[in-house]
């Protein structure tokens, strides 16, 4: 079911016409002559649930650029100040913790378990991400099938 459905937009204008030199601009401003153009004929489109937020969004490098200026300024203040849910979210969402403390922590004092949860810790984001990557591909292999079939 779409979120958004738009079907047979039409958007006209009425632009005034006007003939060159003075004469002309006389004419058209005692006795104006419009003409009708039309700027969009008969568009029709839907959104679906997955697609609005890109819809919205368009050209998404200044969102970009904000999410690193905070992943940055984020990583600069010592990891012991946060608790709590801040810290979870800095070491998992906005994941400024896990790129500078975890790595800063295992040089100063290095630890064998340290390490192995830093590896391990690692090697489930990359299966996450795989993971992910594969859904949105066989999503987008099917969708493509679907429009072939019809």
Avoid at 35 to 42: C, G, I, S, T
Avoid at 82 to 108: D, K, N, Y
Wanted: charged share 15%; net charge positive.
């Amino acid at each position: 079911m779409p979120i958004i459905e738009v079907d047979g937009l039409v958007k006209t204008f009425r632009t005034r016409e006007r003939d060159a030199g003075l004469a002309g601009s006389l004419r058209s401003f005692v006795a104006p002559r419009y003409r009708e153009r039309q700027a969009v004929k008969r568009i029709s489109f839907c959104l679906e649930p997955g697609e609005v937020l890109a819809f919205f969004l368009g050209n998404t490098e200044g969102l970009a650029q904000q999410l690193l200026g905070t992943l940055i300024t984020f990583s600069t203040y010592p990891m012991n100040i946060f608790s709590g849910t801040v810290r979870l979210l800095l070491f998992t969402v906005i994941p400024a913790g896990f790129i500078s403390f975890v790595p800063l922590q295992l040089l100063h004092q290095f630890s064998w378990p340290l390490l192995a949860a830093l590896f391990g810790f690692t090697t489930l984001i990359v299966f996450v991400a795989m993971g992910v990557f594969h859904l949105g591909l066989r999503r987008y292999e099917s969708g493509n099938l679907l429009g072939m079939q019809g």
